[in-house]
T-cell receptor, first 114, second 114 residues
Framework: EPEVTQTPSHQVTQMGQEVILRCVPI?????FYWYRQILGQKVEFLVS????????KSEIFDDQFSVERPDGSNFTLKIRSTKLEDSAMYFC????????????FGSGTRLTVV | DAKTTQPPSMDCAEGRAANLPCNHS???????VYWYRQIHSQGPQYIIH???NNETNEMASLIITEDRKSSTLILPHATLRDTAVYYC???????????????FGKGITLSVRP
C-alpha cells in the first residue's frame, strides 16, 4: 500500500536553529499538507499546498515557516529560527482527489527544540 | 463544518465489540461523517465514512441514525492494537484549495483491555 514517508523520524535542534522536515507524498497525489501535534494536544493544521502554491495556512504558520516542493517528489517544511514551543510531532499528509477519505498521513517527525 | 461531540474515553475487552458514539446534531444534508484514528502518536488513519446509509468495510461499521444527528463506529472484535484516539469529523465532501484541511477535535480514547 502506498505510503507517505517522512524523514527524519526524530530531530533534536537548538533554539534559534533552522530545521527542514522532509516528506515524500504518494506519487500521484495532488494536495499536500503539514499538521503538527504538541504532546497531549490536538492535531493542528498548519498549511495546505496545491498546484505549487500555498492554498491555505493557519495562524500558526507565521513568517518563520515555509514550505516547498522543490523537485516534484519531496515536500518540505522549513522552520527558520526554532523556538522551544515548536517542539511537536509534525505530520505530512497528501491526497489525490477532493474526497475527505483520501487523506494519507505520514508517521511524523518528532521535533525537539532544546 | 458541523461540530461533533465525543466522550473523552471508553474501554472495552479484547474480542468484544467496541461501540464509539458521536453526536453531530447540527449536521447539514450534504455533510458526511468521517472517522479517523490515531494510534500512539502515529499519523491519523482513515477508517470509514458515510452520508446516511450504514457502511461497513474491513475495519469497521458505521451506523448513522435516521435523523443523522448521531452515529456510532463499531469495531466488531476489538484487539489490543485498536487502542487509539478515534476522531469523528463531519464535513462536506469535495473540498479543494482553501478549506480542504481536516479539522481534528480531541476525539475519544479507546482503551482495549486484555
Amino acid at each position: 500500500e502506498p505510503e507517505v514517508t517522512q524523514t527524519p523520524s526524530h530531530q533534536v535542534t537548538q533554539m534559534g536553529q533552522e530545521v527542514i522536515l522532509r516528506c515524500v507524498p504518494i506519487s500521484n497525489h495532488l494536495y499536500f499538507y503539514w499538521y503538527r501535534q504538541i504532546l497531549g494536544q490536538k492535531v493542528e493544521f498548519l498549511v495546505s499546498f496545491y498546484n505549487n502554491e500555498i492554498s491555505e495556512k493557519s495562524e500558526i504558520f507565521d513568517d518563520q515557516f515555509s514550505v516547498e516542493r522543490p523537485d516534484g517528489s519531496n515536500f518540505t517544511l522549513k522552520i527558520r529560527s526554532t523556538k522551544l514551543e515548536d517542539s511537536a510531532m509534525y505530520f505530512c499528509a497528501s491526497r489525490r482527489d477532493t474526497n475527505n477519505y483520501g487523506y494519507t498521513f505520514g508517521s511524523g517527525t518528532r521535533l525537539t527544540v532544546v | 463544518d458541523a461540530k461533533t461531540t465525543q466522550p473523552p474515553s471508553m474501554d472495552c475487552a479484547e474480542g468484544r465489540a467496541a461501540n464509539l458514539p458521536c453526536n453531530h446534531s447540527t449536521i447539514s444534508g450534504n455533510e458526511y461523517v468521517y472517522w479517523y484514528r490515531q494510534i500512539h502518536s502515529q499519523g491519523p488513519q482513515y477508517i470509514i465514512h458515510g452520508l446516511k446509509n450504514n457502511e461497513t468495510n474491513e475495519m469497521a461499521s458505521l451506523i448513522i441514525t435516521e435523523d443523522r444527528k448521531s452515529s456510532t463506529l463499531i469495531l466488531p472484535h476489538a484487539t489490543l492494537r485498536d487502542t487509539a484516539v478515534y476522531y469523528c469529523i463531519v464535513r462536506v465532501d469535495g473540498y479543494t484549495g482553501a478549506n480542504s484541511k481536516l479539522t481534528f477535535g480531541k476525539g475519544i480514547t479507546l482503551s482495549v483491555r486484555p
